[in-house]
């Protein structure tokens, strides 16, 4: 059984910093695409960040230089490092973890319970 654990979500000024982490179990890690997706009330989920197994990563223009993305294959784990936050960013963010053959198909993956990240003005 799949189970995506996330962590790291919470309350932060604009301007402010948070680190999520996401670990992983139930799969083969290094043969998953890993991401990070958010949803805002009344929006869709999307793409904020994705990495595969060879650490090639891609960003949402939104957070591109902002975030970033890594992976511990080891811990099967990864994290998403948010810096210079932003009241848009406030969202509920999802870990997903999609099989390399299915990579730009996230929803035939699996998705974490989601942790609230707020960012205050």
């Known amino acids: 059984q799949v189970q995506l654990v996330e962590s790291g979500g919470g309350l932060v000024q604009a301007g402010g910093s948070l680190r999520l982490s996401c670990k992983a179990s139930?799969?083969?890690?290094?043969?998953?695409?890993m991401g990070w997706y958010r949803q805002a009330p009344g929006n869709s989920r999307d793409m904020v960040a994705r990495i595969t197994p060879g650490s090639s990563t891609a960003y949402a223009d939104s957070v591109k230089g902002r975030f970033t993305i890594t992976r511990d294959n080891g811990k099967s784990t990864i994290y998403l490092q948010m810096n210079s936050l932003e009241p848009e960013d406030t969202a509920v963010y999802y870990c997903?973890?999609?099989?390399?053959?299915?990579?730009?198909?996230?929803?035939?993956?699996?998705w974490g319970q989601g942790t609230q990240v707020t960012v205050s003005s």
């Open positions: 139930g799969i083969i890690f290094s043969d998953n695409v």
């Open positions: 997903n973890a999609v099989h390399l053959r299915h990579g730009h198909f996230p929803n035939l993956g699996s």
